[in-house]
């Protein structure tokens, strides 16, 4: 393996699950994390505010883990494909497509290389199953909005090549506030039989900041425990 290079990190969305577990591996292991999220009135839908902070702020890598996502928890309130607004519809794609595009922007405009890291989701690839949502669905904007991240990664991997590296983990379901019956569900549609750990993600996020993918660009990582697979 090529040697660990520490670095200055934005992580964004970095006070959410997936990003304060990530905000901490990589503190740890000695890298700089600066930190974008709303828990700091950071808005990255504000194109002025997001223009200026990357004008001050330089990184070798940036993870992108913001975006609008309707949780399976006890708040979740019904999204129906014939009842959703179209409102609902376009605050998915503000958040979870133009905004990361903005971001991702203005990294490349303000530093001379890198890499980029996306998250997308299974369900950018595949359609949530009714049978996990009882009478309900999973919000039809956030799939939609997740695929666009797979070809926004993949627009963005080519026409900055070959100064920046644009990758895209498709992580599955993270355990973490969802009831039994519904992480059982989830196992049984799995070949790996369960929900991730969040934990399991840093590896692959590890790689792709790192000198060891640095013929990797373009591309979506899969950590779905096979979900995608069958």
């Known amino acids: 393996n090529k040697k660990v290079k ?35 009135n950071h808005d990255l839908t504000n194109e002025d505010f997001v223009k200026s902070w990357f004008s001050k702020n330089k990184a070798s890598a940036l993870i992108n883990l913001f975006a609008l996502n309707d949780h399976v928890d006890a708040a979740r309130t019904s999204n129906r494909l014939m009842d959703i607004s179209l409102k609902s519809f376009e ?26 890291v996306n998250f997308t ?9 009714p049978g996990l949502y009882d ?25 900055l090549a070959p100064k920046f590296r644009v990758n895209c983990v498709a992580p599955g379901g993270v355990r973490h506030n969802q009831d039994d019956m519904f992480q059982s569900r989830y196992g049984a ?9 969040v934990g399991e993600l840093l590896g692959v996020i590890d790689l792709l900041i790192s000198n060891n993918s640095s013929y990797c660009t373009g591309s979506v990582y899969n950590v779905d425990g096979g979900w995608t697979a069958w």
């Open 189 to 197: 549609y799995t070949p790996l039989g369960r929900m991730m750990e």
């Open 6 to 40: 520490y670095m200055n990190v934005i992580v964004t969305g970095s006070k959410g699950l997936i990003g304060s577990a990530v905000t901490e591996h990589l503190t740890v292991n000695g890298h700089a994390v600066l930190e974008l999220d709303l828990y700091y």
């Open 135 to 159: 009478n309900d669905e999973k919000h039809i904007a956030y799939g939609v909005s997740k695929a666009g991240v797979i070809q926004l990664t993949r627009h963005l991997a080519v026409h």
């Open 91 to 116: 605050k998915y794609l503000q958040i979870n497509l133009v905004a990361l595009f903005s971001v991702c922007r203005e990294f490349a405009r303000n530093n001379d290389s890198g890499s980029i």
């Open 121 to 129: 989701s299974t369900y950018g690839m595949v359609s949530p199953l």
